[in-house]
């Protein structure tokens, strides 16, 4: 379904009258700050990635409504302080798309995507209140492995990449190696105890080669945390499977040895086929 432009102003307009009643009306809404809204944010943002990854486009629709509706009641907190409201928001948006799309209502070439982050990279760096560093730009409060992925995208956008991507894998063998050696090294010292501690140079070298994992899948243009996450579900399906398979015998996981848990993951994995 498409609606003209006046029909999505309206819309828009709806959802802020019904917005303002609310906060004086409801006692929930009445209540809400920046800091006790700002974990449902966080949630709700979670929820539509979840509807993005699997193209649900109903779930979609409703958790972008959610997350709009989240848009909407911070701007409202901010213009009970006399700070901002929702159109300095709008406004602000649209500047800043101006401002950051020269080549789109200015003279600057860009001919793909990756010249125009090129561009964004260096635009922002020149805002009076933009980055004052290349890497300060990334949240501090990201998700590891997403944050990973926008410290080495942004600093590739400044030139500090491979010069072709099939040289990131001999980085990854590389810190497969130091791992391997750290852990060697950890199983070493306590060979005594029969069980393998982590060391701080094993969990610092795991990190080194995951850093190089998300490295490898951004040159490849895979995001980790889509990849990652597909994974997680295809693990949880097949998990639940064997589970229901274990139950329709009458038995336990947990009194089942390997072998016959492996059996079972099988005939999960033959039936996704």
């Known amino acids: 379904m498409s609606h003209n432009r006046q029909e999505k102003i ?22 809400q700050t920046n800091q006790s809204l700002r974990p449902n944010t966080i949630e709700e943002v979670y929820e539509l990635c979840d509807a993005l990854l699997v193209e649900d486009n109903f779930n979609i629709k409703k958790e972008l409504g959610d997350v709009l509706l989240h848009v909407l009641f911070y701007s409202k907190i901010g213009e009970e302080k006399e700070e901002f409201d929702i159109a ?11 401002y950051r799309h020269p080549h789109v209502f200015g003279t600057v ?33 990201l998700p590891p492995l997403i944050k990973a992925y926008r410290v ?29 050696a750290e852990m060697e090294r950890a199983r070493a010292a306590s060979a005594d105890s029969g069980k393998t501690e982590p060391t701080p140079a094993m969990l610092a070298e795991y990190g080194d080669l995951l850093f190089s994992l998300v490295n490898a899948g951004r040159l490849y243009g895979m995001h980790p945390d889509t990849a990652l996450e597909l994974t997680n579900k295809k693990f949880i399906s ?21 072998g016959e848990m492996e059996e079972l993951w099988q005939q999960a994995k033959a039936n996704e086929q």
């Open 109 to 141: 070439q860009a001919d793909n995507a990756h010249q125009v982050e090129l561009n964004w990279e260096q635009i922002k760096l020149k805002e009076k209140d933009g980055n004052k560093t290349v890497l300060s730009g990334v949240p501090s409060s």
């Open 152 to 180: 080495q995208e942004k600093a590739a956008n400044v030139g500090f990449d491979w010069e072709r991507p099939e040289e990131v894998w001999a980085k990854v063998k590389e810190e497969i190696g130091e791992f391997e």
């Open 88 to 98: 300095d928001v709008a406004n602000t948006l649209s500047d800043k798309l101006i």
């Open 10 to 31: 309206e819309a828009l307009g709806r959802v802020i009258d019904i917005l303002d009643e609310l906060r004086v009306k409801c006692p929930w809404d009445r209540v």
């Open 238 to 258: 097949r998990f639940n499977s064997i589970e229901q398979a274990a139950k329709s015998q009458g038995r336990k996981l947990k009194d089942m040895t390997l």
